[in-house]
């Protein structure tokens, strides 16, 4: 049997020409078989189709036809974020030119994890992250030095093989919850094992996971009674809760999308000399849209700030960064093997990249993000984000003037939670799940003042107003059964 071309090399391009076609047939075939936002039938349904696609998983014999099969098995199978009734989570739709990106990283396979593996790519990481940090950061806020930990040891380097400074500065990760177990592992060691989390009752789940990964102290929830983390309440927690404390604040709540009010809260980190985190890994994107960028107002207080351009950005899954203000904080970071990056290698300049992630294979998702920001400009990319924003106000507005719905609040970014009204909390929920299991569309749940709440999150900037009055239709019509 002839050995399978290779995908990288001089004859990579002519061996991946013929399977792209295969691909992107196998995509179309499978999106029509689905015929919707999600394939109709639930979890059992789906499962056996997936089952009687992939038969053998390895049999004696390869099948010349698996790619087609199994790609079309999967298309048909999956959740479309591009369909405009696919609101459920924060699942964007991503760019065909992100997504172009990811193939040549794909056939590439640099891995980050030593220059000599990724010279390119590593360039390429270091420029965006730089730049990526500085749109959190801008300049220095004043009284910053609260949050800065000591600078590393004598003689640390970048990974560039610079000296170390305190400009700001970004990671790579997987996402939200990496970028957040990221961050607390950075507070721990610039304040010491008992540093203890206080969060709002509305922060994310990975945060108080992350404490218990790390072996930090109970965390302590201050409360959010509309939906945001209350400063005065945290003014008291942090005045009767021995320190050291990490504050970790919310631009871009999971279930409403709701973003903390940041200068406030910065304003009590500073008077406690509590180190403050914001998880903006939904609202980070707002800082490309000139409209909507002063909502996150205060952001750049934080010491570390959580980003995922795979939620507001339209990236491919992952795309997530921890920004941090001190480039400094990152010494903590600094491993050494020899195989990867040996002192005397290091000193003779090539750059140690061992201390940018806790992984150590990980693949150049920097490059899909800088072909999307040089692709569409910031012009470009702020548009998208506008638009997403505007869908969310349109559809408010469409859920507000129905007298069979009730409306939570105004949409802060682009989530809209709404219910039918005199409909149970059972209601909902099973509403919800009729919709998925006809295919017809994708919504999410969530529980605010004591009420389950349908909930849109629009990500898709192609959605048009008639899309959003039929889901709305979709979710009414399902209730009058």
């Excluded at 013929?18 to 015929?35: F, I, S």
């Excluded at 965006?128 to 600078?151: F, S």
């Excluded at 490309?288 to 491919?316: E, I, N």
Aim: charged letters at 20%; a negative charge; hydrophobic letters at 40%.
């Amino acid at each position: 049997m002839r050995t399978p071309p290779l995908a990288s090399g001089p004859e990579g391009p002519r061996a991946l020409r013929p399977l792209l076609g295969t691909v992107l047939e196998a995509l179309r075939d499978g999106a029509q078989e689905r015929g919707g936002p999600l394939p109709a039938g639930g979890p059992e349904t789906v499962a056996a189709r997936v089952r009687d696609a992939l038969g053998d998983v390895l049999p004696d014999e390869g099948d010349p036809e698996a790619l087609r099969n199994l790609v079309r098995s999967l298309a048909e199978g999956s959740a479309d974020p591009a369909d405009p009734l696919c609101a459920a989570h924060l699942h964007c739709p991503p760019l065909a030119v992100a997504a172009a990106a990811d193939l040549a990283a794909s056939v590439l396979n640099p891995s980050l994890d030593s220059w000599d593996q990724a010279p390119a790519a590593s360039e390429l990481e270091r420029l965006l992250t730089r730049v990526l940090a500085n749109e959190v950061y801008g300049d220095p806020p004043r009284g910053a030095g609260l949050y800065r930990c000591a600078a590393p040891p004598r003689g640390a380097t970048s990974h560039d093989g610079a000296a170390a400074d305190n400009a700001p500065d970004a990671l790579v990760t997987t996402g939200g919850t990496e970028s957040n177990q990221l961050a607390l592992l950075l507070a721990r060691e610039a304040f010491g094992a008992g540093v203890r989390l206080i969060h709002g009752a509305n922060a994310h789940h990975s945060l108080p996971r992350s404490a218990w990964l790390l072996g930090l102290p109970d965390p302590v929830t201050v409360p959010a009674p509309a939906g945001t983390l209350d400063p005065a309440a945290l003014d008291a927690a942090l005045t009767d809760l021995p320190g050291p404390h990490l504050v970790a604040a919310t631009a871009g709540t999971t279930d409403a999308g709701l973003i903390d009010p940041l200068p406030e809260i910065a304003a009590v980190c500073r008077t406690h000399g509590a180190r403050l985190h914001i998880d903006a890994a939904y609202g980070g994107g707002l800082l490309f849209s000139a409209r909507h960028r002063d909502k996150l107002t205060g952001l750049s207080a934080a010491a570390t700030v959580t980003l995922d351009l795979h939620k507001l950005g339209w990236q491919p899954v992952a795309a997530g960064l921890l920004a941090v203000q001190d480039a400094r904080d990152l010494a903590a970071l600094r491993q050494r093997a020899d195989y990867l990056n040996a002192d005397d290698d290091t000193e003779a300049g090539l750059p140690d990249l061992l201390g940018r992630s806790l992984r150590t294979t990980r693949r150049p998702d920097a490059l899909k993000i800088a072909v999307t920001l040089k692709t569409l400009g910031r012009t470009g990319l702020g548009r998208l984000v506008d638009q997403v924003c505007a869908r969310a106000t349109e559809f408010a507005a469409l859920v507000q003037s129905h007298p069979g719905f009730e409306l939570h609040d105004p949409p802060t970014i682009s989530t809209v939670l709404f219910r039918p009204v005199h409909a149970t909390d059972d209601d909902i929920a099973a509403v919800r799940r009729e919709l998925l299991t006809d295919g017809r569309a994708v919504l999410g749940r969530a529980r605010l003042d004591g009420r389950l709440w349908l909930k849109a999150t629009l990500l898709n900037p192609h959605t048009r107003p008639d899309d959003l009055a039929a889901l709305l239709k979709a979710v009414e019509g399902t209730t009058r059964r």
